[in-house]
C-alpha cells in the first residue's frame, strides 16, 4: 500500500497538509496509509543536565502527541488509515530519516509561503525538504480566508 508521510507541527499550515493528504485518498481514490510524522528538536545541555535524559525524552513524546493531536482528529474524522512517528532532531533531516525509516512514497509539507529572498535567508524547512528528500515532496500552500465584499451603503438601504 502507498504510504504518504506528513509534516505535523502542531500550525494550521501543517493542518493544510493533511487536508490536501485526505483529499488525496477520499477524492482521488487513491489507496494509501497516511504516516502523520512530527519532529521534536533535541534538548539543550542545560535541559539534559537538570531534568535527565528519561525526563526529557518522555516530555518531548508527549508534546509531540499534543502536537499530532489536531492532525489525528482530521483524519480519524475522515477515516483514512493512519500511524503517527515523533522523532528527535533536525527536522528536515529527522523528517527525511523517517520517511526512509517507515518506507513512505511521498512526503506533505505546508508551507509558509515566503518565497524569494526572504526565505533562502530564513533557511526554509520545506525547501530543505524538496532538497534532501529522496521521495517526492508536494509542498502545500496555505490558503488565506478571502474576505466577503463589502455591501454598498446603497444596497443596504434598499433592502
Known amino acids: 500500500m502507498f504510504r504518504i508521510m506528513i509534516a505535523v507541527d502542531g500550525s494550521e499550515l501543517a ?9 488525496l485518498v477520499r477524492r482521488g481514490g487513491l489507496q494509501a496509509t497516511l504516516v502523520l510524522g ?5 534538548a539543550s545541555l542545560i535541559e539534559l543536565a537538570t531534568r535527565g535524559a528519561d ?3 518522555a516530555a518531548s513524546v508527549e508534546a509531540g502527541q499534543d502536537l499530532l493531536a489536531p492532525a489525528v482528529a482530521l483524519v480519524d474524522a475522515a477515516g483514512v488509515p493512519y500511524e503517527t512517528e515523533i ?8 523528517l527525511v530519516d523517517m520517511v526512509e525509516r517507515c518506507g513512505c512514497d511521498a512526503l506533505i509539507v505546508g508551507a ?8 533562502a535567508w530564513l533557511g526554509s524547512v520545506s ?3 524538496v532538497r534532501l ?3 517526492p515532496v508536494t509542498v502545500v500552500k496555505h490558503a488565506e480566508p478571502q474576505e466577503l465584499p463589502e455591501e454598498d451603503e446603497d444596497d443596504e438601504e434598499a433592502a
Not at 509558509?112 to 526565505?119: E, H, T, V
Request: proline share 3%; no cysteine.
Open 127 to 129: 525547501q530543505d525538504l
Open 38 to 42: 512530527h519532529v521534536q528538536e533535541e
Open 55 to 57: 525526563m526529557v525524552a
Open 112 to 119: 509558509r509561503g515566503m518565497g524569494g529572498l526572504r526565505g
Open 133 to 135: 528528500s529522496p521521495v
Open 87 to 94: 522523532g528527535l532532531g533536525s527536522v528536515a533531516a529527522t
Open 15 to 23: 493542518l493544510d497538509a493533511v487536508r490536501h493528504g485526505i483529499a
